[in-house]
């Protein structure tokens, strides 16, 4: 059964990401708490398809993570016409736009001294790399989650030719493989089931975990969400948001 076949080889991956990772896991997580210690923020960007929404507001997650959220709206209402003779549109996705990431950074809360974490897969296009680049001018640290064997197959959209691995402090490997998918299928020409959502889901509450564990072992608290569903969390969440407003963790 496929299944079957995907657990084994998502398992593999995973245990890959345990054997290989651990250094930088720890690495990410001291660089997080030595700047939550000292004032900073950790930033969260993510243009894949799992991090913002599962590292930002979850049940056991920390509070400290902030997201940066980017969303370029363009209303331009016009009457109807059939075709526009005048010009040809062309696709303009956020992650290609050179430019677009020094607006975002000088936009945001960004400081010195604060932590960027970004996620990205292939880790080629605009957006990510020059983030990295940038905010590491700025005197951030940035860490990026990413997949090191794929980005490594492929060109670098950005002008400097670096991918988000050679453009980031501290790095993480997903451990995906190249075209990040775990099943093949005779029949059909294509691979299944990508890896790299569970891998960088797993990784960055690795890094969460050892991020806690630094903080109380300095003696603090760091402000941890309580499920909603749970007696008490109104309270404790509130009380928990109170304390990292004033502490920062």
């Given at each position: 059964?496929?299944?079957?076949?995907?657990?084994?080889n998502m398992?593999?991956?995973?245990?890959?990401?345990?054997?290989?990772?651990?250094?930088?896991?720890?690495?990410?997580?001291?660089?997080?708490?030595?700047?939550?210690?000292?004032?900073?923020i950790?930033?969260?960007?993510?243009t894949g398809?799992?991090?913002?929404?599962?590292?930002?507001?979850?049940t056991?997650?920390?509070?400290?993570?902030?997201p940066?959220?980017?969303?370029?709206?363009?209303?331009?209402?016009?009457?109807?016409?059939?075709?526009?003779?005048?010009?040809?549109?062309?696709?303009?996705?956020?992650?290609?736009?050179?430019?677009?990431?020094?607006?975002?950074?000088?936009?945001?809360?960004?400081?010195?001294?604060?932590?960027?974490?970004?996620?990205?897969?292939?880790?080629?296009?605009?957006?990510p790399v020059?983030?990295?680049?940038?905010?590491?001018?700025?005197?951030l640290?940035?860490?990026?989650?990413?997949?090191?064997e794929?980005?490594?197959?492929l060109?670098?959209a950005h002008?400097?030719?670096?991918?988000?691995f050679?453009a980031?402090?501290?790095?993480?490997?997903?451990?995906?493989n190249?075209g990040?998918?775990?099943?093949?299928?005779d029949?059909?020409?294509?691979?299944?089931?990508?890896?790299?959502?569970?891998?960088?889901?797993y990784?960055?509450?690795?890094?969460?975990?050892r991020?806690?564990?630094?903080?109380?072992?300095?003696?603090?608290k760091p402000?941890?969400y309580k499920?909603?569903?749970?007696?008490g969390a109104?309270?404790?969440?509130?009380?928990?948001?109170?304390?990292?407003?004033?502490e920062g963790?």
């Amino acid at each position: 059964m496929l299944p079957l076949t995907y657990f084994q080889n998502m398992r593999n991956v995973l245990d890959k990401i345990e054997s290989t990772q651990l250094n930088a896991i720890d690495q990410a997580a001291r660089a997080i708490a030595g700047s939550l210690e000292n004032g900073g923020i950790w930033h969260l960007l993510d243009t894949g398809h799992m991090l913002m929404y599962e590292g930002v507001g979850r049940t056991g997650g920390m509070m400290a993570v902030r997201p940066v959220r980017v969303a370029v709206d363009v209303s331009n209402p016009t009457r109807y016409r059939e075709a526009d003779i005048t010009r040809t549109r062309k696709k303009a996705f956020m992650d290609e736009i050179e430019g677009l990431p020094a607006f975002i950074v000088n936009k945001s809360n960004m400081l010195s001294g604060d932590i960027l974490m970004i996620g990205s897969v292939s880790g080629i296009n605009v957006l990510p790399v020059e983030m990295a680049l940038y905010a590491r001018e700025l005197g951030l640290t940035v860490i990026a989650i990413t997949a090191v064997e794929y980005s490594s197959f492929l060109t670098s959209a950005h002008k400097s030719g670096k991918r988000l691995f050679e453009a980031a402090d501290i790095v993480v490997d997903n451990c995906s493989n190249v075209g990040d998918t775990v099943l093949h299928v005779d029949e059909l020409d294509i691979g299944l089931c990508p890896s790299s959502g569970i891998a960088a889901s797993y990784l960055f509450w690795a890094i969460e975990a050892r991020v806690v564990e630094l903080l109380v072992a300095a003696g603090k608290k760091p402000s941890i969400y309580k499920s909603n569903h749970m007696p008490g969390a109104g309270t404790h969440n509130s009380e928990a948001w109170a304390t990292y407003e004033k502490e920062g963790y």
